[in-house]
């Protein structure tokens, strides 16, 4: 059966949040296993090409600025800039990265979703260049928001509509009744779900050695901001008082504790601006971790830890991955269901709902609830063999069409 030569995959690699570089990666690598002697590329929806090397405040800027703005006038303003970004830039940059693939793979990652038409609109465009070449897309392993503008609902229709989909699947059941939803009496295929690739970052990342009877928490520190953008106001309602009662009940409980982020600009500054202050509020052994330049930097610091507790999903992953207990933070369903499919649901926590001075004894539960992560590790490679299957198949079936 022939190996497709190039295959490129759309995500967004390259975002501030590390998480999508994670994920990203690991199926790059695990899909170029499966597929020995093909070049498999990521292509980032919003063209860049590079981890960010500085971590600016303009993101945080900007969704601040957009919080403020009426839902429909922040969509209608979204949606010109994004149009506009698209034809002077990004068209170019899909159709430069499509030049010899013979496949296309969207995910992973929470693409199909709409943030003020972001995605909605790069996928429409990069999709509707791989229609130009005729490429087959199967789209993998994504999260599916269950709420959609009408635009939305239109662009990811059109998307798919006009592209040859040979296969899709989603990371959790939740999407996939979702995308049922949206996609009903369509050509879309009905998905498979699969693990998130994250879940493969031990085999693709190097594990730090941790020191004999070390008691390191990590404790993901995500901006209240970042978490109402993208869920509820009540989700953030009280992280302000939630973090320094936090580490105040970690220390009590004899942990040392190191801050860190996934790497977004909201995240950092929040951090900055108040690191301090709960270090001295904690009176005990607080320190602030150095910034990630990349994914394995990140997996690094999460494999050294004995535990962590964030909102951060990928985060969650990786610990999970390198056998790390978590601590989930509730803030978006695509985290409940990660920790519902790796059987560790008992340990989210709703920071809305349990005070920052519980968190000490959740983190000691986590700590004595023993887990094996090889089984998920398992059937995560072997769905990413699964898309590699299909990608063959179809290509074998094109081959034989044009004899």
Not at 378 to 403: D, F, M, N, P, Y
Request: one cysteine or more.
């Amino acid at each position: 059966m022939p190996v497709p030569r190039r295959v490129v995959l759309f995500n967004v690699k390259y975002s501030p949040n590390l998480g999508d570089g994670l994920l990203s990666e690991c199926l790059e690598r695990e899909l170029g296993r499966a597929l020995p002697g093909c070049d498999v590329v990521s292509v980032d929806l919003a063209g860049r090409r590079h981890y960010p090397l500085v971590h600016g405040p303009a993101r945080g800027a900007v969704l601040a600025l957009l919080e403020r703005c009426p839902a429909s006038l922040r969509r209608l303003l979204a949606g010109a800039m994004l149009h506009l970004l698209l034809a002077f830039r990004l068209r170019a940059h899909y159709r430069r990265a499509l030049r010899g693939a013979e496949a296309v793979v969207v995910g992973g990652g929470n693409l199909f979703t709409d943030a003020d038409l972001n995605f909605p609109v790069k996928i429409w465009g990069a999709l509707g260049e791989a229609s130009r070449k005729s490429v087959p897309v199967a789209v993998f392993a994504v999260g599916v928001a269950r709420t959609w503008s009408r635009p939305a609902a239109r662009l990811f229709g059109g998307a798919l509509g006009r592209t040859a989909i040979v296969a899709a699947s989603v990371r959790d059941e939740k999407s996939r009744e979702t995308w049922s939803s949206h996609f009903r009496g369509t050509t879309a295929p009905l998905p498979d779900v699969v693990v998130d690739p994250g879940v493969l970052a031990s085999l693709h990342f190097p594990v730090a050695l941790r020191r004999k009877g070390s008691r390191k928490i990590g404790l993901c520190v995500t901006d209240p901001l970042a978490v109402r953008y993208h869920s509820t106001r009540a989700s953030a309602a009280n992280l302000e008082a939630w973090y320094p009662a936090a580490l105040q009940s970690l220390v009590a409980h004899g942990f040392e504790v190191a801050l860190f982020t996934n790497g977004s600009p909201e995240d950092r500054g929040y951090l900055y601006r108040r690191f301090e202050e709960w270090i001295r509020r904690a009176k005990g052994p607080v320190t602030l971790s150095r910034s990630f330049d990349d994914p394995a930097a990140l997996t690094t610091f999460v494999s050294g830890c004995d535990g962590i507790i964030g909102h951060r999903m990928h985060a969650c992953i990786a610990a999970f991955s390198f056998g790390v207990p978590a601590v989930g933070l509730r803030w978006d369903p695509k985290l409940d269901s990660f920790f519902d499919m790796s059987g560790r649901s008992a340990h989210m926590l709703d920071p809305a709902r349990v005070s920052g001075r519980e968190a000490g004894e959740r983190i000691l539960a986590a700590l004595a609830d023993p887990f094996d992560p090889r089984p998920l590790i398992a059937r995560a490679q072997a769905q990413v063999a699964g898309l590699a299957a299909s990608l063959q198949t179809i290509l074998a079936e094109r081959a034989l069409a044009r004899r």
